[in-house]
Structure formats: C-alpha cells, structure tokens
C-alpha cells in the first residue's frame, strides 16, 4: 500500500504546458494609483479565459523576480511625477503589454511559476514545494535509511515536480535524487498498471535508460529515487552551466554555450536512438526527449524521466508539436523531439521556432541532413522519419557501440496490453487537440483576410460591379416593355410614368 496521499475530490489536473496569454483590457485610476485590468486566455478557447487586475508595481515585482534569466525585459520606466496624467497612462499601458507579450512568448518564463501565478493566480495558489516536503518527510519516516541533505530548488521547469539531493545512511558517500511530482492530465493507465510499469522500470538494467531505484505512486503523485549525476544533464555539459543552479538561471540565456564536436554528436545521437528503440520495441511511450532528460555516464548517454509518459505528465515540447497535425504518435513525438535535441547539440541552443528553414553554417552536412528530414517545413507536413530509419542515415550508421548485443525490454503481456490501450488514448487526445488548434487557426486566417485592406477593396470592387450590373439590366427591362407596348397598336388611358425597380440589395456570404 502506498504511503502518498490521494487526491482531494473533483481534483482538476491542469496541463500546464498550454500557453497563457494576456491582453490588457483598460485601465483605471483609484486615489493615488492606477489598476491595469488585464485578460488572460488559456490556449484558443475565448471561453476559457478570466480577468485579473495588477498596479505597476505588481508588473515591477514580477520583473525582479524575473531577473534570474538574464534577459533584459522591456518594463517600462517607474516616474513618481505625471504618473496619473492620461497620455502618460496610455503610454505605459502600452509598454506593459510589450513587457507581458515578451514573457508569454518565450518558452521558459512563459512556464515558470512566478508568471503562471502573475496571470493565473486562482490555479497556482498552491504552494508546491511544501506538499512535495509532507509526501517526503512520510516517505523517509516509512523508510528511515534515506536522509535528505538538500533541497534542489527550482531544478526542473516543472511546477509540479520538485527535487532533493539524499543519500543513504548505509552507502554515505554515494548522493542520489529523489524526485515528487504531481501525475498529469495524461494518465491513461489504472493505479494498479502504473504500478506494475514502475515496478518494471525499477528492474530495468540496460545501458541506454538512466536506473531508476525505487518508485511509488498513488491516486495523485509519485516518488522516484535515481543516482545523482554530479556532472548534470547534456543540456548542463551544452551550456557550461553548474547543475545544482535554478533552471532559469543556467538555460535562459546562457553565456558560454556551444556546440558538440561531431564526433560527439554522431556518438550521443546513435545512443539516444538506440534508447528510442529499445522503448518502442518494448510498448513503452516516452514522449519527454530533450537535452535536460540526458545524463552521459562513462560516455554512454542515458535516458532519463522515461516514466513521465506513464505518469501523465505533458511534454515540455507540447505547444510546438500540437500545432503540426502529422506528428500525432508517440513514436513521431519522439523523433520530432530527436530533431530538437540533435539541432542543440549541434548548434548549443535549441531552435528558436519549428518548421526550421535556414540552418547556421557548420562544417557537418550530414548532420543538417538529418535535421531538415525532421525539422523541415515539409517533414512537418509529410511526416516525421522511424527511429530505426534515423540509425540507417550516413550521419549515425557507422558509429561504433559499446554494447552490441541485441537488447530488449521484456513486457508481461496483460500490462504490454494496458500500455498499448494507454498509448492509444493518449494519442487520441492528442490528435483531438491538434484538430482544435487546426480549426482556430483556420477561423484566425479567415478573420484575418476578411478584415484586410485589399480584401475591403475587393469586395467594393464587385458590389460596384453587381450595381452597374443590376442598374443595366433594369434599364434593358425597361426599354422592352416600352417597345412592346408601342408596337401592341392597341389605345389605352394614358397613365403616370412607374418608378424605377429599386436595385436588389447585395448579400455577402459568411466567411
């Protein structure tokens, strides 16, 4: 029986991958300040959205805490005279919206918790870091050989997931890393199938998947205890960054990232493939590829979090491969999230915004080969390459392993069936999102041309073509009558001249 609390009921589970944005509406002067009233949409649904009321010096506050990145952002200037005048208002009003719409279109501060709770404060009130120190403190009094030695504040870009450096009081020189988070909008499998998956995870002893020591879930939230990699991620070897540092502060704008040497690159992205297929061999779905879920040991790389999956938890990539309808399986979300992992190592950051088009100069064809087949405009479109395709590119083919037997995951069958119907909801979900985000899209475009200056001039264009039109043919109905009438030879009283048939009004189909 599981030690970790279960939810409270009606408990909503949140995807907190889905993009806020915010619009300010008005503002409003009180007696010695002014309130901006700003509105906030999650994802595309204009239904889903609230609004909340912040002074400057909230927008200040969120700007400091904020200063971590290392990112200037655009906040507009304090002014202590003036500072109620209407066109100064009006002004700054502007510059706030600049400063927000910097925030919300950048990947990582877009998704921390100190701007989640700046534009959401209703559903992040909770406060994260203490839930995850009760579930811990009762695991460590049901299992009193861990010890805690300190906290990771801010590891991770997950809100819900939290981290601590432990040791074992039997093994004190050996450091490990337990992780808490919370399980997603994603969970597909039963209580009991997770736990067979964990406890399968757990036994798992292959060379290309991260060991994961001891796990356990309930209704709302898993444990997980791994080794502690004192050299870090991938991602903190890429940016030269200390890995016990806040995420915002080692990968938001780091200084002296850069690059692997091919050698490098061809080695780590044969090895991350090979970890691929042994997870899709196996029925397994990851989903959760990139540079900080990669620890190289010894020179082998190893994927890490291959739970989250399992657990529910979205993609850190979700908002970029929600968009591109042909990448709408696991297996495909792998490979895409591959590209995005391939393109860092090569160039020391990840791309600013896929479909990539133009690729900075390297020395290394082979390589933007392999990105363009999945990173492209038309691989996007067409759809994304098979792992096992990926291993047979000249770039990764020849690459010489350590370990060349055959591996393989070996999957009791009645849980090989719960991940595979599991699987299939998850990607049905997906797939329905994707149809969405589609259909907005599709609706944005319209309103966008249908509002547009030459689509304005066009539309006058042809009413003023249907009204010569009509007017033309009136006067063609008009000079018939007359002519028959003459030529009829019959008298008849004389009568006042009709009035013109009014034109008939134009009708302009929906858009």
């Known amino acids: 029986m599981s030690y970790l609390e279960k939810p409270a009921p009606g408990r909503l589970l949140l995807d907190d991958t889905v993009p806020l944005s915010a619009v300010i509406e008005a503002s409003q002067n009180l007696q010695s300040h002014t309130e901006y009233i700003v509105r906030v949409q999650r994802g595309v649904s204009a239904e889903n959205s609230w609004q909340v009321i912040r002074r400057y010096s909230d927008f200040d506050v969120l700007n400091s805490n904020l200063m971590v990145c290392g990112i200037s952002l655009p906040l507009p200037p304090k002014k202590l005279i ?17 400063f927000l719409d910097s925030i919300t279109q950048h990947p990582m501060l877009s998704c921390s918790l100190t701007v989640k709770k700046f534009l959401d404060p209703n559903n992040y009130s909770a406060n994260y870091t203490e839930i995850a120190l009760q579930q811990v403190s009762m695991f460590f009094r049901s299992d009193p050989k861990w010890e805690v030695l300190e906290p990771l504040k801010d590891n991770g870009w997950r809100i819900r997931k939290k981290y601590f450096l432990i040791k074992n009081k039997e093994q004190p020189k050996e450091r490990y890393l337990l992780s808490w988070v919370d399980l997603g909008p994603e969970k597909f499998l039963s209580d009991k199938d997770l736990q067979s998956a964990m406890k399968l995870l757990t036994s798992l002893s292959v060379p290309y998947l991260c060991p994961l020591l001891f796990s356990s879930t309930s209704e709302s939230s898993a444990l997980l205890i791994r080794p502690f990699s004192e050299r870090g991620s991938l991602r903190d070897h890429i940016c030269k960054a200390k890995p016990r540092e806040s995420y915002l502060k080692k990968y938001c704008n780091p200084k002296k990232s850069q690059g692997l040497e091919l050698q490098h690159i061809k080695l780590y992205g044969r090895q991350i493939l090979e970890g691929l297929k042994l997870l899709h061999d196996g029925g397994l779905f990851f989903g959760h590829l990139h540079a900080s879920n990669v620890i190289v040991d010894d020179g082998v790389c190893r994927l890490m979090d291959v739970e989250n999956g399992m657990l529910g938890v979205p993609s850190a990539l979700r908002p970029a491969f929600i968009q591109l309808r042909k990448i709408n399986t696991t297996e495909s979300i792998d490979v895409f999230c591959f590209g995005h992992l391939l393109y860092e190592m090569t160039y020391g950051r990840p791309p600013d915004s896929v479909p990539v088009e133009q690729y900075p100069d390297v020395p290394y064809t082979a390589v933007v080969s392999v990105l363009q087949s999945i990173l492209s405009a038309e691989a996007c479109k067409s759809g994304m390459p098979t792992v096992s395709a990926l291993m047979q590119t000249p ?54 041309h249908h509002g547009s200056e030459e689509e304005k001039k066009r539309r006058k264009i042809l009413a003023r073509k249907k009204s010569r039109q009509s007017a033309f043919e009136n006067e063609e109905d008009v000079s018939v009558r007359n002519n028959n009438n003459s030529g009829s030879g019959a008298s008849s009283p004389p009568t006042c001249p009709s009035s013109p048939t009014p034109p008939p009004t134009t009708e302009h189909a929906p858009f």
């Open 395 to 448: 770039l990764f083919s020849d690459v010489q392993l350590q370990h060349s037997e055959k591996l393989q995951i070996k999957v009791p069958s009645r849980l090989k069936e719960a991940l595979k119907t599991a699987k299939e909801s998850l990607e049905r979900r997906l797939q329905e999102e994707q149809r969405v985000c589609h259909q907005h899209r599709r609706l944005t475009r319209a309103k966008s």
């Open 82 to 98: 003036g500072n109620m005048d209407r066109e100064f208002i009006a002004e700054r009003q502007r510059g706030l919206q600049a």
